[in-house]
C-alpha cells in the first residue's frame, strides 16, 4: 500500500488523520493537555535532530516521522504529567527505541509506546494521575475502574484517560481515513481488535 508514498507523505497523512483526536483533547483537558503536546512534539524534534548530528547521519528530521512520535507519545499520555517527565519519555522514544535501532523502519518496537513504556515504570503515579474532562487537575476514575459506566460518553469521549484515547468515535474515524488514504492495511488494526476481542471473552 505504502510503496508508492514518500515517508514525508505517509507521515503527513498520519499527522492530519491524528489532529482531530489532538484538538479534542485540548478541547477536553485544556492547557495542560496542548502543553503536553506541544513539549513532546518539540522535544522529539530536537532530539531527533542532536541524535542525527551527534552521530553524523544524514538528519531526516523534514521526513516528518519525529513529529509523529511527538504526537503519539502525547496522545498516550495523561493531560496533565509533569513537562520534564514528557521531555524524558520523549528522549527514550527517539534516541534509546528509533536511534539506537537504526531509526524508522528498523526500529524493533513502536518508539512512542516504548517511551510511554519507560515513562509508566519511571512514574507510575504521574502516568496513572488522570484529569477529569473540563476540570483541568482534578483526579477523575478511568473507565476500567469506574462503576456503570455510561457507553455513549465512553465512545464519544466525555470520560477522563490518555489525552487522545478518549473518543472511540474520532479513533475509528483516523482509521477510516488512514485506510481509504491507503497508508494502512484494514486488515492490521482488524485483526488485532478481533484478537484483543476473542483473548477477552
Known amino acids: 500500500?505504502?510503496?508508492?508514498?514518500?515517508?514525508?507523505?505517509?507521515?503527513l497523512a498520519v499527522i492530519i488523520a491524528l489532529v482531530p483526536l489532538c484538538v479534542y483533547g485540548v478541547i477536553l483537558y485544556g492547557l495542560?493537555?496542548?502543553?503536553?503536546i506541544l513539549v513532546s512534539i518539540a522535544s522529539c524534534v530536537v532530539f531527533e535532530?542532536?541524535?542525527q548530528k551527534l552521530t553524523k547521519q544524514p538528519v531526516r528530521v523534514g521526513d516528518l516521522s519525529c513529529i509523529v512520535m511527538g504526537l503519539l507519545l502525547a496522545l498516550v499520555m495523561p493531560p496533565a504529567v509533569p513537562f520534564w517527565?514528557?521531555?524524558l519519555g520523549a528522549f527514550f522514544a527517539i534516541v534509546v527505541a528509533k536511534g539506537f535501532f537504526g531509526g524508522i523502519g528498523a526500529?524493533?518496537?513502536n518508539p512512542a509506546l516504548t517511551g510511554r513504556a519507560f515513562m509508566f515504570v519511571s512514574f507510575p503515579i504521574a502516568m496513572t494521575t488522570?484529569?477529569?474532562p473540563f476540570a483541568d487537575a482534578v483526579s477523575g476514575a478511568t473507565p476500567l475502574v469506574a462503576g456503570g459506566t455510561d457507553y455513549m460518553s465512553l465512545f464519544l469521549g466525555n470520560r477522563a484517560g490518555c489525552i487522545g484515547e478518549s473518543s472511540v468515535l474520532l479513533i475509528l474515524l483516523a482509521c477510516l481515513f488512514l485506510i481509504v488514504m491507503r497508508v494502512i492495511d484494514w486488515r492490521l488494526p482488524l485483526s488485532m481488535v478481533a484478537t484483543v476481542a476473542l483473548c477477552t471473552l
Do not use: E, G, H, R
Open 1 to 11: 500500500f505504502a510503496d508508492n508514498w514518500s515517508t514525508a507523505k505517509i507521515m
Open 32 to 36: 495542560s493537555a496542548l502543553i503536553t
Open 49 to 51: 535532530f542532536l541524535f
Open 85 to 87: 517527565m514528557v521531555i
Open 107 to 109: 526500529n524493533v518496537f
Open 130 to 132: 488522570w484529569s477529569t
